[in-house]
């Protein structure tokens, strides 16, 4: 079993509409990351989450550490924001990074 | 993008042969990382460094060696390639409690 697993594996969606990604980990962790990764393009953090709840534009990161989970939600979903999204979590020192298997979203026009 | 620059971005190479990707960073962040994608197996960490000549191995360290003579320099050798070792690599770096900065990627084919 991975440390880190999200669900849905692929995810499609008509554009308005409001998208959740999950992410559950299995180990202690000092912070949980989500990531943003374009078809044939580079990784682009889009959030580092510890506690609580984060928010930037339409795009809000949730954690619960008790129960060792996290979500992402987009609102009001655009085709622009078809990508593939990745959660990974940091341990201890140096910042290492192990990371789901990502969540293939297409947002339909 | 933090600044990070991989090069070459992409790379044909022949089994057998000595391959080396670089990693410069325009920042003095103390940790670098090399990582590695493949479809099924996600992100994984190759090799990483916490300061000059400082290095140590991750999760899928064999056939491949790093160094870091520099601070913004992080250089991932793969010293006689493998089929296998077709991937598309990705450089990073980071600080204490920050969050990750990606390079572009380096495509690697090994024929």
């Known amino acids: 079993k991975n440390e880190v697993e999200q669900s849905p594996q692929n995810l499609t969606a008509q554009e308005g509409e409001f998208i959740t990604i999950n992410c559950s980990y299995s180990v202690g962790i000092s912070a949980l990351h989500w990531l943003q990764q374009h078809p044939g393009g580079g990784i682009v953090s889009l959030f580092m989450?510890?506690?609580g709840k984060k928010k930037h534009g339409r795009l809000i990161a949730t954690i619960n550490i008790q129960e060792k989970h996290s979500s992402l939600h987009i609102t009001a979903s655009h085709p622009r924001d078809s990508a593939v999204y990745i959660c990974?979590?940091?341990?201890?020192?140096?910042?290492?990074?192990?990371f789901g298997q990502g969540t293939r979203l297409t947002i339909n026009p | 993008d933090a600044g990070i620059t991989q090069s070459p971005r992409h790379k044909v190479t022949e089994t057998g042969t000595p391959v080396t990707l670089r990693c410069h960073q325009t920042e003095n962040h103390r940790y670098m990382y090399w990582y590695r994608q493949d479809p099924g197996h996600g992100l994984r960490l190759i090799h990483y460094s916490y300061g000059v000549k400082d290095t140590d191995k991750g999760e899928v360290s064999d056939g491949y060696s790093v160094s870091r003579s520099k601070t913004e320099d992080f250089l991932l050798t793969l010293e006689s390639a493998t089929s296998s070792q077709t991937s598309v690599y990705f450089c990073?770096?980071?600080?204490?409690?920050?969050?990750?900065?990606f390079g572009q990627g380096t495509r690697l084919t090994v024929v």
């Open positions: 990073a770096n980071g600080e204490d409690r920050s969050e990750a900065f």
């Open positions: 990974a979590v940091s341990r201890g020192g140096a910042q290492k990074l192990v």
């Open positions: 989450l510890s506690s």
